[in-house]
């Protein structure tokens, strides 16, 4: 990208990146990604703080399972959200008064929809291991509970909503299957103008001149969000997480979880009504017509071969991603005794995070632009759109391994090898045992990620290999209700699959968690 954005001839030429931002079009489009993040961000982290409240410090029945319900939003394929809101906005749908529907305002609710899991799960978290004895000092001492609040607590729980607000927002900013399928091209961002001019116009440079603007933005924040952390984790004092009964003066922050939760309800109870519902009846007709290529050959292949190959293309890039990433890990674990080996390492480990926050668009541009010429020219080849997908999923799989491999006491190896065993039989004995179960949990990580990724599938895919993201998108873009049905069919089958694969990894980290 670096080269096709500012090499020219041979030459580096940086007239394009004035040429580009110089553009009335593309100046539109920054300021309504950067309008749309920061929205979106606020409003997630206004909603998301009495949710986690809520959910975190407070004790009532229920409590697991409405955490469950809030962090179904965030392992939902984005192709997913967008169809569910669209079900709950149309003109035929539960809210279609509100006129809503392929609006700026449905795009910002999709993207609040998408990331409030975020706020809660990591800001709950620390606010459930904060030493309560502060806040009842504070409040013997004649402070009133909003006193305590914006005195005591708030403060303590600032960098870690720094660093929550800092992930949304990268998240936002980098949107891509929620803005194509809410808004579509009218409210273009960064991220669809990327596909736009590779896909639409073949303008190739000035897609990479975005793509590297993109990739500064995200090492930013990235580094904002390393800080971020860093504070957290050195200023805070954590206890074990604690909670109490809900008491009277509690109504206020239980309305609005009581809120927050019909919102996150409303857009998948829409979906999932409206697949089995056809002409005012109850029935299954949306899904059995799945086997089918829609209205008017709306798809080159039927639904069902879509979910095939995205199964299968999942299960590829998952090999490939858990292997990377156990060889990752394994680097990223090692100790070097100088100072600059620790830095070369850290900054080994941080390049591979790069795509958890640059778009998958960018990933699947980078990768068209580079496997393009023999030897390696692989835009042809099956194996393109599982790379693609493996260097999405990669960043997850080596954060889920690498806390593991760090808490394997390195002494355990040393005494292996003292006693007979080489290097690569101490590993096995040591490290195996140890971090099977998070290797099981990174790899259903890899597998719902692949299973839902649209931004570099939506590059990379030809129409006998279209996955079932792809194809989704492709439905709604088509006239007629028997196309709009088997797409929120197609969404509910790719919904339930991705949300059992979380459910099972979940499982799976609380028990590798029990056993360190």
Request: glycine share 8%.
């Given at each position: 990208m670096l080269v096709r954005g500012f090499v020219t001839d041979g030459a580096l030429d940086l007239t394009a990146i004035g040429q580009t931002l110089q553009r009335?079009?593309?100046?539109?489009?920054?300021?309504?990604?950067?309008?749309?993040?920061?929205?979106?961000?606020?409003?997630?982290?206004?909603?998301?703080?009495?949710?986690?409240?809520?959910?975190y410090r407070l004790q009532f029945p229920g409590r697991g399972l409405l955490r469950a319900i809030v962090t179904v939003p965030f392992v939902l394929p984005t192709v997913v959200v967008g169809v569910a809101f669209r079900t709950l906005l149309t003109d035929s749908g539960p809210l279609g008064f509100l006129r809503l529907d392929g609006t700026w305002t449905a795009i910002i609710a999709g993207l609040v929809f998408f990331n409030i899991s975020v706020v809660v799960r990591s800001v709950g978290t620390i606010w459930a291991g904060l030493d309560p004895r502060r806040e009842q000092s504070a409040a013997a001492?004649?402070?009133?509970?909003?006193?305590?609040?914006?005195?005591?607590?708030?403060?303590?729980?600032?960098?870690?909503?720094?660093?929550?607000?800092?992930?949304?927002?990268?998240?936002?900013?980098?949107?891509?299957?929620?803005?194509?399928?809410?808004?579509?091209?009218?409210f273009g961002t960064i991220e669809t103008e990327i596909y736009l001019q590779t896909a639409s116009f073949l303008d190739l440079k000035t897609a990479?001149?975005?793509?590297?603007?993109?990739?500064?933005?995200?090492?930013?924040?990235?580094?904002?969000?390393?800080?971020?952390?860093?504070?957290?984790?050195?200023?805070?004092?954590?206890?074990?997480?604690?909670?109490?009964?809900?008491?009277?003066?509690?109504?206020?922050?239980?309305?609005?979880?009581?809120?927050?939760?019909?919102?996150?309800?409303?857009?998948?109870?829409?979906?999932?009504?409206?697949?089995?519902?056809?002409?005012?009846?109850w029935t299954l007709t949306n899904f059995v017509n799945l086997g089918s290529t829609g209205n008017g050959s709306a798809l080159a292949i039927p639904v069902w071969q879509a979910a095939r190959n995205s199964l299968v293309i999942a299960l590829n890039a998952t090999v490939i991603a858990v292997v990377l990433g156990l060889l990752v890990a394994f680097v990223a674990t090692r100790a070097p005794r100088s100072r600059a080996g620790r830095r070369a390492v850290a900054v080994?480990?941080?390049?591979?995070?790069?795509?958890?926050?640059?778009?998958a668009v960018t990933v699947g541009f980078g990768l068209l632009i580079t496997l393009n010429r023999p030897p390696l020219d692989l835009r042809s080849s099956a194996i393109l759109i599982p790379i693609a997908q493996a260097m999405v999923a990669l960043p997850l799989v080596v954060r889920t391994i690498t806390p593991a491999l760090r808490a394997i006491d390195d002494r355990l190896r040393q005494a292996a090898m003292m006693l007979g065993a080489p290097y690569w039989r101490a590993l096995l004995t040591v490290d195996l045992p140890a971090v099977w179960r998070p290797l099981l949990a990174a790899s259903g990580f890899a597998l719902a990620v692949s299973m839902g990724e649209f931004g570099a599938t939506a590059f990379l895919a030809r129409s006998?290999?279209?996955?079932?993201?792809?194809?989704?998108?492709?439905?709604?873009?088509?006239?007629?209700?028997?196309?709009?049905?088997?797409?929120?069919?197609?969404?509910?089958?790719?919904a339930a699959i991705t949300v059992v694969i979380m459910g099972l990894v979940e499982r799976l980290r609380v028990s590798a968690v029990g056993a360190f």
């Open positions: 009335d079009r593309i100046q539109r489009i920054i300021w309504l990604t950067i309008a749309q993040a920061v929205t979106a961000t606020v409003i997630a982290v206004l909603a998301g703080l009495p949710l986690a409240f809520a959910l001492l004649g402070a009133s509970p909003r006193q305590v609040f914006f005195t005591v607590t708030l403060p303590a729980l600032t960098p870690v909503l720094l660093s929550a607000a800092s992930v949304v927002f990268l998240f936002c900013a980098t949107a891509f299957g929620v803005v194509l399928t809410l808004g579509g091209l009218r990479a001149v975005l793509s590297v603007l993109q990739l500064v933005v995200v090492v930013l924040l990235l580094w904002v969000v390393g800080f971020a952390r860093s504070r957290a984790e050195h200023r805070q004092r954590l206890a074990a997480p604690s909670s109490r009964p809900v008491r009277v003066g509690d109504w206020p922050v239980l309305v609005a979880t009581a809120v927050v939760v019909l919102f996150v309800l409303a857009p998948i109870g829409s979906l999932l009504v409206r697949s089995l519902r056809r002409s005012g009846e080994f480990d941080g390049a591979f995070m790069l795509p958890l926050g640059v778009s006998d290999s279209a996955t079932l993201p792809v194809v989704i998108y492709r439905l709604i873009g088509r006239p007629g209700p028997d196309n709009f049905g088997m797409a929120m069919a197609a969404s509910v089958v790719l």
